[in-house]
């Protein structure tokens, strides 16, 4: 499939988000990286990886996908958004294309094969802007097991949320804000189409998980996060995993201070009243363990990132057996 399609006066329309960037002859889209060139709509970082790790899985954060596992996690250079507080800005705002080495698909998944990865995750910028490389890996990996992950702002096109079934198994979604307004100015895209694409991704059967990032004064309004868990019981449900993460000083918002443990804490009661029943707070270390809604066993238990006991059979209880949301391992 290809992920532009022809437009008026001579233009294309570049498919791989949701701002399907409308682009004359030359012309860059909004995330810098992908040009209309030679009658087609080019991604210019297809092998070109900005960064490579292999990390936790539980670091993405996906806590119900493959627990223990290691993914070999890469990401471009580019971003549809541009947040004031991207933690990964340096690369996710660099305009500039460093061509001097290409890692092809093959060569990716040789790599997690002998690194012994589960996954890949297509990570630290959004995967969308790069997906016709992220796809060739996905498809390359499928043959040897191996699966895939997004980590994303759920700006997703309705094109590519299609077209990851079968090809993406998981994904992260970055639910940044319940603000309109705060979308638009500080961080890209708009919350609807976010919100719409966080329902078809859970309808294509794609495992997703949600991240909010809790930025003090912008995001972390009782009021706020009311909302955005109201939202997640009434249209996606209470098996959803929702992390909330803690904010530290980056890019444009130095003057912030760090998110407070209170206001984290804030956060997760919300949630736990209104009857999610997976909710984390990960990246301090706290409420971090897997626990099961119908008979309260703990079934994961984490130190930060490390998985310290694992109590699940199958994806089930082991004490009342109860299913578990998510995609286990089979043991
Ligand atoms: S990926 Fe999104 S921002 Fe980039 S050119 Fe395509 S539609 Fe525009």
Not at 17 to 22: F, G
Not at 297 to 324: A, H, M, P, Q, W
Request: aromatic content about 12%; charged content about 25%; overall charge neutral.
């Amino acid at each position: 499939m290809q992920f532009y399609k022809e437009s008026k006066q001579g233009k294309l329309t570049c498919l791989l988000c949701s701002y399907y960037c409308d682009l004359k002859d030359g012309q860059i889209g909004v995330c810098g990286v992908n040009k209309h060139l030679n009658d087609k709509v080019e991604c210019l970082v297809y092998g070109h990886i900005s960064a490579f790790n292999i990390d936790p899985i539980e670091k993405k954060p996906l806590y119900h996908f493959l627990p223990t596992s290691k993914s070999l996690s890469l990401g471009t250079v580019g971003c549809n958004f541009h947040c004031t507080f991207c933690q990964n800005h340096g690369i996710s705002q660099e305009k500039k294309i460093d061509k001097s080495t290409y890692t092809s698909a093959s060569k990716v998944v040789q790599i997690a094969l002998e690194k012994k990865c589960a996954s890949i995750s297509y990570t630290y910028n959004e995967p969308t802007i790069f997906y016709p490389y992220a796809k060739d890996i996905a498809l390359e990996a499928k043959k040897y097991g191996i699966k895939s992950v997004f980590v994303s702002n759920g700006f997703e096109s309705r094109e590519v949320i299609d077209d990851m079934i079968g090809i993406i198994d998981a994904i992260n979604v970055d639910l940044k804000s319940f603000n309109e307004k705060y979308y638009k100015k500080s961080l890209g895209g708009n919350l609807q189409q976010v919100l719409d694409n966080l329902i078809h991704i859970q309808k294509n059967g794609i495992w997703l998980e949600i991240t909010t990032l809790l930025v003090p004064t912008k995001n972390d309004s009782k009021e706020e996060i009311v909302k955005i868990v109201k939202w997640i019981k009434e249209n996606l449900g209470v098996n959803v995993p929702w992390h909330i993460s803690a904010f530290h000083p980056d890019f444009k918002e130095n003057n912030l201070p760090r998110t407070s443990f209170e206001s984290l804490k804030q956060a997760y009661d919300i949630a736990k009243e209104e009857g999610l029943n997976y909710v984390y707070i990960g990246n301090i270390g706290y409420e971090n363990n897997t626990i099961c809604p119908a008979c309260s066993k703990n079934l994961i238990s984490r130190e930060y990132f490390n998985v310290k006991s694992y109590e699940l059979k199958d994806g089930f209880c082991t004490s009342c057996g109860e299913k578990i949301n998510g995609i286990f391992w089979k043991n």
